[in-house]
């Protein structure tokens, strides 16, 4: 590795607290040289600095920004170098990066800069005294002002060497005197690292529990954090250590790389099966805190904002666009959206750790930022749930004391023995409208235009195919209401073999399925007649039960999810005994979602209606037209 040749005489363009106007003093008042610099610390922004250059005969000052708590440093939007001084070189070698024709010079003399801005230094007592082990000098030195922080020539601490070596009396002292666990050397390894790399667990404990040190710093080259060097060595003590100290046991490194994976790759089965086989369980966190199911952008920022102003401020959403969760975070004003990916059954953000679930994702992210501008502080909670109907909440269908009797009409059916297309699921595949209701008079089958649920096909737009079934096409559209208020449908086209035979039946049928009005429900909005006979019904986006089932196992807490989405079916189907009509065959595939806790059931396309004076029925066969009797139907359908 490349390292600057430079003595502390060539940096003394250091001059410490310095204001905006005493700057361009200094700057001005001898002879005025372009590129003439100086550095000082920022008046404005703690940990920061300024680059105060003379150029084309004016100041210009360049902010220096500090990344995290190492000496990691840039101007603006342009490359991070470790070491301040590394930056200054870089910028008197290279012109026209910050202005044009402006490139650093000659400084002004003064200091050179401090010892934990510094990529490398040189080796001094303190450097000495710990690598030999002499604690009785050590201490001695961190009575006065000796600069504990300050690097040798390979950009290691005191610290780095008392971790390098095991030397827990000297790492103690220096940590109780204030010294930095967390700075990294010319090769990108922070002390943590080289207590795991080394195997002294005991060290690791210190610098972690005493000292605080970032469990999860990484190396600057190869990303890797303190677990990728246990067990890259087989060090299975310091790998337990670290597992008991909260390290997530899956972190990766830049090549994508977990500890596991490394341990196996140098045979080291013993550590690897330790990892493989740790399960981390979640403390301190519950999704009910800040899970809010479907939000977009817009109305996750809202949210927030009502809520704290705070930094730290979140909340966990399902984008509906992404088909993915999303951790929403404000800090400073700035709202940051992180999608949640999955693979191989775990979760992660961008570069972070695989995690097992949205709790763990929640926990962690509290307890380190790992790449987030802060750490979670404050959840979001979601707004109450709407509450389950309760049975006795059902509506009742009303009896006409005067209405005629009526005898059923025999239920039309598809044949038992076609199955649903499980390649194409959908919210309509194979549905067939079939019921009949004696409270209602459905003699009359003459469905036509100036019917309240007539949709003209003018006002409606077709999307992109959502499903296909044996009977029918499903499309995602958009339908324009009669008060000029647009609407997303769902738009199933039949096809034209199946109503050649069966128009009329099933327009009867389907004026009765529109009067069917509940929360649990898929809802038939309407009718259009054209070449092809349309139905338009509610959009329900998160398809059907199965699926988001398959999908989202990971973040499905079955004690919660299937109890609310269990008793919004048992009211449904409720519903439809109450109005005497019996799906037969309700199934997860059947049973929509239009929010991770809003069930809705759907597909009918095995219902059948019963008259009220009459407990027996008769089935129609809808592509033979032939009279089937019940001694041929399912036990379990009847």
């Not at 940096?11 to 700057?23: C, I, P, V």
């Amino acid at each position: 590795m490349n390292r600057p040749n430079r003595t502390t005489e060539d940096m003394l363009w250091y001059h410490g607290r310095l204001s905006r106007e005493e700057a361009e003093k200094i700057l001005t008042q001898d002879e005025k040289k372009d590129g003439l610099f100086l550095v000082r610390e920022s008046n404005t922004s703690t940990g920061d600095y300024v680059l105060s250059v003379f150029h084309n005969n004016q100041v210009s000052h360049f902010q220096i920004r500090r990344h995290a708590e190492d000496a990691f440093f840039s101007i603006d939007e342009f490359p991070t170098f470790h070491g301040l001084e590394v930056l200054v070189n870089h910028y008197k070698v290279t012109p026209n990066l910050l202005s044009n024709n402006l490139v650093l010079t000659e400084y002004i003399e003064k200091f050179p800069p401090p010892p934990n801005t510094r990529r490398l230094g040189r080796t001094n007592l303190l450097h000495r005294s710990t690598g030999q082990g002499n604690y009785t000098v050590v201490k001695e030195l961190l009575k006065t002002d000796y600069p504990q922080d300050a690097k040798n020539q390979d950009g290691q601490t005191a610290v780095h060497l008392a971790s390098m070596n095991g030397q827990n009396d000297i790492l103690l002292k220096l940590i109780e005197c204030g010294a930095s666990v967390n700075l990294r050397d010319s090769v990108g390894f922070t002390p943590l690292h080289y207590a795991c790399y080394y195997n002294f667990p005991a060290t690791a404990r210190l610098l972690i529990q005493t000292g605080n040190a970032n469990i999860q710093a990484r190396n600057t080259d190869t990303g890797a954090v303190p677990l990728h060097e246990a067990a890259s060595q087989g060090h299975k003590t310091v790998v337990k250590e670290l597992l008991s100290l909260n390290a997530p046991a899956r972190p990766r490194n830049k090549d994508n790389m977990t500890p596991a994976q490394l341990a196996r790759l140098n045979n080291h089965s013993d550590c690897a099966e330790i990892l493989e086989n740790y399960k981390y369980t979640v403390k301190s966190t519950n999704r009910r805190e800040w899970y809010h199911s479907t939000l977009d952008r817009h109305e996750a920022e809202t949210t927030i904002k009502l809520h704290s102003t705070k930094s730290g401020t979140y909340l966990v959403r399902f984008s509906d666009r992404n088909k993915e969760d999303v951790l929403t975070l404000l800090n400073d004003e700035v709202f940051y959206h992180y999608i949640i990916r999955k693979k191989d059954g775990y979760l992660f953000i961008d570069d972070g750790p695989y995690l097992e679930s949205l709790e763990h994702i929640v926990e962690y992210y509290s307890l380190m930022s790992d790449g987030l501008p802060t750490v979670l502080r404050y959840h979001v909670p979601p707004k109450p749930k709407p509450p389950v109907p309760e049975f006795s909440t059902m509506p009742k269908p009303s009896k006409k004391k005067n209405s005629p009797k009526v005898a059923p009409k025999p239920v039309v059916l598809p044949k038992g023995d076609e199955p649903h297309n499980k390649y194409f699921p959908s919210q309509f595949a194979n549905i067939s409208f079939t019921s009949d209701f004696s409270t209602t008079n459905t003699t009359n089958n003459n469905y036509n235009e100036n019917e309240n649920n007539y949709i003209p096909q003018e006002r409606l737009q077709r999307g992109n195919l959502i499903g296909e079934g044996e009977f029918a096409f499903v499309y995602e559209g958009s339908y324009l209401k009669r008060n000029g208020e647009p609407m997303k449908v769902a738009i199933k086209i039949l096809h034209n073999d199946q109503m050649e035979t069966n128009k009329e039946a099933f327009l009867s049928e389907a004026k009765v399925m529109m009067k069917l009005n509940h929360r649990c429900i898929v809802k038939l909005i309407g009718l259009s007649l054209g070449p092809s006979l349309l139905m338009v019904q509610e959009l329900v986006p998160l398809g059907s039960i199965l699926q988001y089932i398959e999908l989202n196992r990971d973040r499905i807490e079955p004690n919660y999810e299937f109890k609310i989405w269990a008793a919004q079916i048992a009211c449904g189907m409720e519903y439809l005994e109450e109005n005497r009509f019996v799906h037969r065959d309700l199934a997860a595939r059947n049973i929509l979602l239009a929010t991770p806790v809003e069930a809705k059931i759907s597909d009918f396309g095995l219902s059948r209606a019963l008259g009220t004076d009459h407990e027996y029925y008769s089935i129609i066969d809808l592509k033979s037209n032939l009279n089937l009797g019940a001694q041929f139907t399912k036990r379990e359908s009847l």
